[in-house]
């Protein structure tokens, strides 16, 4: 695992920066060529998410809305609640400034490659529901639309996408999941793993019209649940709102309030980390969503294009503000919290030391033997810490009453204290992160029932994130090896869910960005090429419609558009 991890490092120091700029550039070009686009068509886009333009007759396996919610389901999600929390632990409030700019930019970006999926789609009449009768996304916008010399870049970004469902869409939700109940409850993250993946098995194995009769019921109620809960929580803690949105953008331009990290302080780290967990959280550029919106009912590119530009703004302009209004209002961002510090495998432990740039991971083999401890104050320069903060407080009791006093071992993973006894778990005050971090600002501000509202959030967004991207997976392996790849490829779906509960929360999340990003590059590249046809598909779609047409007029002119395409063809 330490060699994964360290070609891992090593890959995501070489392309988080070429990532941003090509993530933030291609927005901005996008936005740019396409007439800012993400906001003179968004009206336009609801009317049609809504049904009003909605043809039974038309190409396609699921509705404008049905796809919609598939795609919200994989990106409304662990995103929202984990994603933000993790975004202002690493890179401070102002991060959550550069998630918004990520959002607004990627709103072009998203509209771009899903108008280009559904222009270069597969259709496959009489495949079966589990095979489902469209296929598409980025691996054939670019075969079809740059032309078969770049099959090639087509199958990279195929392989990128099976290994991005597998780590990303799927083992790290099962990991969120799995982490929350473990820190609620106490549940074994085994068994989590276990019961949330036969539930994925039992939806995906159905097909692409049971994802999105299940995603259209659960994206929908579970977002609302979540955002009134947040929505009261501002209600009550309204004299802090105003504030802390001068924060983040404060802190988006002249950082200095970090928990975490390295390079707390510089803009750089804290501008990266807004974008990754704003891609993460909208996955706008990723070429994940077309998959989904290529299986809409529809045959105009465009009328599905203006559907998924709503996408970004949903999850991250409205969901994932609420999420960080949330936790900064509450002003639990930075506080600690009476914890169970585990020392051993699957708990959140890591070890730091202090440099004028803030606390610094140390490798393990840099590690010392031990740490020695007086009267719950870590002495030395090299700490234990929670989260990747040091605990200033260690305690062998619960309840916090009698300090420790001994050494902490990193290599045996055990706290042995002066009489000679060895313990696994100390206790102290310690930051948390991640959806643990939310469920904190949650009930704070509602007490239990904030807490509970996390939870089943964070359990119905795992679970139909999971889903939605295991159609991901299968349409881009059966791209690579055909249909007889989609049973094998979802029965490891489900494997991998189980693997990813079990793991620890950071190798899964930093596997999970650099597949992330691998698969980013690539398609960001084949939009910026493939844009003129995405603008000359823009312009000929709203000189014939307009963004006021009615609906007859609408499903006239489409049905005149179709025979005109034909007798071409």
């Not at 886009?45 to 039974?56: F, L, S, T």
């Not at 030391?353 to 401890?373: C, F, M, N």
Request: charged content about 15%.
């Amino acid at each position: 695992m330490d060699a994964i991890l360290d070609i891992q490092g090593l890959i995501d120091e070489l392309i988080k920066y070429p990532l941003l700029v090509m993530l933030l550039g291609t927005g901005a070009y996008l936005t740019l060529r396409l007439g800012f686009i993400q906001f003179r068509r968004m009206g336009h886009g609801i009317k049609v998410a809504m049904g009003k333009y909605d043809d039974p007759n038309d190409t396609g396996d699921v509705t404008h809305f049905q796809a919609l919610t598939t795609a919200l389901s994989a990106t409304v999600g662990i995103g929202n609640i984990a994603g933000v929390a993790i975004a202002i632990h690493w890179g401070g409030p102002g991060a959550i400034f550069w998630m918004w700019m990520t959002a607004l930019l990627g709103m072009a970006t998203k509209y771009t490659e899903v108008t280009l999926a559904l222009r270069f789609r597969h259709v496959e009449t009489g495949a079966g529901k589990m095979v489902g009768t469209v296929s598409g996304g980025p691996m054939y916008y670019i075969e079809r639309g740059l032309g078969s010399k770049f099959k090639p870049l087509a199958v990279l970004v195929a392989t990128g996408l099976v290994f991005t469902a597998l780590l990303t869409g799927n083992a790290i939700q099962a990991n969120t999941v799995a982490d929350l109940m473990n820190a609620e409850f106490g549940t074994a993250t085994w068994v989590t793993g276990l019961l949330t993946a036969g539930v994925v098995a039992l939806v995906i194995l159905g097909g692409i019209s049971r994802i999105g009769k299940v995603t259209g019921i659960l994206a929908p109620t579970m977002a609302a649940i979540y955002v009134a809960g947040g929505l009261v929580i501002l209600g009550i803690n309204f004299e802090t709102v105003l504030p802390s949105l001068g924060l983040i953008f404060t802190e988006a331009f002249n950082p200095t309030a970090g928990v975490a990290g390295t390079g707390v302080g510089i803009l750089l780290q804290t501008l990266l980390w807004g974008v990754r967990r704003g891609l993460f959280s909208n996955e706008a550029g990723q070429g994940s969503a077309p998959i989904a919106h290529s299986a809409a009912k529809t045959e105009e590119p465009v009328s599905e294009g203006v559907v998924a530009l709503l996408e970004p703004f949903i999850d991250t302009i409205v969901i994932c503000t609420i999420t960080a209004l949330v936790i900064l209002t509450t002003g639990v961002w930075d506080a600690t919290t009476p914890t169970a510090l585990t020392l051993t495998e699957g708990g959140d432990y890591s070890y730091v030391e202090h440099t004028d740039r803030g606390y610094q991971p140390v490798d393990s083999d840099a590690l010392p033997a031990a740490i020695e401890v007086r009267e719950g104050q870590q002495m030395g320069g090299v700490r234990f810490a929670w989260h990747e903060v040091p605990v200033t407080e260690l305690y062998l009791d619960q309840d916090q009453t009698v300090l420790f006093s001994g050494e902490i071992r990193p290599g045996s993973n055990v706290a042995v204290a002066l009489n000679g006894q060895s313990y696994e778990t100390l206790y102290g005050p310690a930051v948390e992160n991640g959806a643990p971090l939310t469920a904190f600002a949650f009930s704070n501000g509602l007490g239990r029932f904030g807490n509970f509202i996390v939870v089943i959030s964070v359990l119905l967004f795992g679970i139909s994130t999971a889903i939605s991207w295991s159609y991901y997976g299968d349409r881009s392996a059966m791209y690579i090896f055909g249909r007889p790849a989609i049973l094998p490829y979802k029965l490891l779906f489900v494997v991998m869910h189980f693997v990813g509960a079990v793991v620890s929360l950071n190798v899964i999340w930093n596997l999970g960005d650099t597949a992330l990003a691998l698969v980013t590059i690539p398609n960001v590249l084949a939009l910026v090429l493939l844009s003129g046809i995405a603008k000359k598909l823009t312009d000929d779609y709203f000189s014939a419609f307009g963004s006021n047409v009615s609906r007859d007029d609408y499903l006239r002119i489409t049905r005149e558009r179709q025979r005109a395409r034909r007798n071409q063809d």
